[in-house]
Structure formats: structure tokens, C-alpha cells
């Protein structure tokens, strides 16, 4: 595997973007693991990270690549500061960015990644977990997976509990007055029936939780959201918290779960 540190410019934020990437790379060690793998129409990963994280918290918090060297996958890992994956009231466009401006900054960077829907997943944590399930429920053409790891995925339910940890006018700043966030584009809740009737393709979504994190409940909500509207899915929970440990080991899951052999 090539990890590989990147400064590019995002047009869409109008500033210098930092982005870790994981590339598959033919090897061949006398000591440690030799990886082999196509180097074309390589799968790929954006892997999202949450309030307090960057582009590199994933590669430093868990062994990431070492558990993707053998899947012949690649990983993005981009930094979008505490936007929330969403073009904001103050005028920073987090969601253009991470839908539309990121994938096609990727794919001239990096032409060996697919350009395919059933080889592209998203994956995130908390705040990332948002982001991955906005990106498959709003993106649906674009990601035939997408996971969501202790996920903020029932903004429009937790307004208490969004003002306990940053005060009124940081949200307010990102997604404009709290009580309109229900039924908008930044309310999966609301992406989940739009999405529905639209009657587009749903990607394969796999949702997480620890059973002592205080998003437990929003996550249960979400899965019978999707449960109720026939969407595929995947819920599970286990022993844990918000925290680093439970994020590592699940990582390892989703990895498993992801599609990887079509």
C-alpha cells in the first residue's frame, strides 16, 4: 500500500484543502505484507471524520491501513473542519465540496480509482457518520454503500442535545434556524422519504452503535426509518461508547460488509 499527503485547492471552499489517501500498491516484502491487487478501476472509500478530527485522525486512531492492505481498496480521507458535510449559512460549501468537487479532484489526481457506482462507498464517524449517510441517501447515483458509525443521524430529534455540546449560533451558522432543519436536505430522516419518492436506487447502508453511546436512540430511530421504507440495511450495536476503541473495532466490520467483489 502508498500512503500519500495532500495539499489541493478546493474551488467550491475557496481555500487549500489537507487530504491523507490509501492506494493500493503491488509489493513485495522480505519482511512484513506483501499486497497485490489491480491497479485499475481501484474500489474506493471516503472515509469521514468527526467533530475534532481531520484528515488525519482516522490513519492515527486506528490501523486503517493496515486492514485495507490486503482488500485492494482505496481510502480517502479528506479534512472538512467542523462544517458538518453541508454548504453552510456563513458561506463555506462543506456539502459541494464532499459531493461533487472532492470525487472529481480524486479521480484526476488519482486516475486508477473506479468511476463506477457498485465499486464507490462512503464511511464515516459521529459527525462523518452524518456526512456518509447524507452522501448515500442525497448522492444514491453515486454510492452503492455507505456506513455510519455512532452516527449524528436524527439532528432534527437532538436540537438539546446539539446546544449541549456547541452553543446556539455555531448550528445556527451551519444549518440556519434549528427548527427548520426538519425536512430539509441536511434531515435524513427527510432524505430517507424523499429518496423513496423519487424511487431511486438505494445503496446498502449499515448503521452502528455502541450500546453506552447517547446516540443509540437516534440510531435505532433511523434504522426503523429504514426499515419502515424497504430500504436495505444493516443495524447493529455492541458493548461501548463514543470513543476511539469502539470506532477501531467497527471499522473492521464495515470493511467486511463492504461489496468489494463486484
Known amino acids: ?32 505484507t506483501a499486497t497485490e491487487g489491480n491497479l485499475t478501476d481501484v474500489p474506493v472509500l471516503y472515509l469521514l471524520h468527526g467533530m475534532g478530527g481531520n484528515h488525519s485522525v482516522w490513519e492515527r486512531r486506528t490501523s486503517v491501513e493496515r486492514y485495507v492492505a490486503d482488500l485492494g481498496l482505496a481510502v480517502i480521507m479528506p479534512s472538512t473542519d467542523l462544517g458538518w458535510y453541508t454548504d453552510t449559512t456563513y458561506d463555506m460549501n462543506y456539502w ?4 461533487e468537487e472532492l470525487p472529481q479532484i480524486c ?31 442525497a448522492k444514491s447515483e453515486n454510492f452503492a ?12 430529534g437532538g436540537v438539546n442535545d446539539l446546544l449541549s455540546i456547541r452553543g446556539k449560533n455555531y448550528w445556527e451558522g451551519i444549518f440556519g434556524p434549528l427548527e427548520k432543519i426538519q425536512g430539509s436536505v441536511n434531515d435524513p430522516m427527510f432524505l430517507v422519504e424523499r429518496l423513496v419518492k423519487e424511487q431511486k436506487k438505494a445503496p446498502a447502508i449499515f448503521l452502528c452503535c455502541g450500546e ?36 477501531d473495532t467497527w471499522i473492521q466490520k464495515v470493511l467486511a460488509w463492504l461489496p468489494l467483489d463486484k
Request: glycine content about 8%.
Open 1 to 32: 500500500m502508498a500512503f500519500l499527503q495532500a495539499n489541493i485547492y478546493s474551488n467550491s471552499l475557496e481555500m487549500e484543502v489537507s487530504l491523507n489517501v490509501i492506494l493500493p500498491q503491488k509489493t513485495e516484502k522480505k519482511i512484513g
Open 96 to 99: 459541494t465540496f464532499i459531493s
Open 107 to 137: 479521480h484526476e489526481l488519482f486516475p486508477q480509482l473506479t468511476t463506477k457506482r457498485e465499486k464507490t462507498f462512503a464511511c464515516g464517524l459521529s459527525m462523518g457518520g452524518y456526512g456518509a449517510l447524507k452522501l448515500g441517501l
Open 145 to 156: 454503500a455507505v456506513a455510519s458509525l455512532s452516527g449524528a443521524v436524527d439532528l432534527a
Open 212 to 247: 453506552d453511546d447517547p446516540l443509540l436512540y437516534a440510531n435505532k430511530k433511523m434504522a426503523a426509518t429504514l426499515a419502515e421504507n424497504n430500504i436495505k440495511h444493516t443495524f447493529e450495536t455492541g458493548p461501548g461508547v463514543h470513543d476511539w476503541l469502539f470506532w
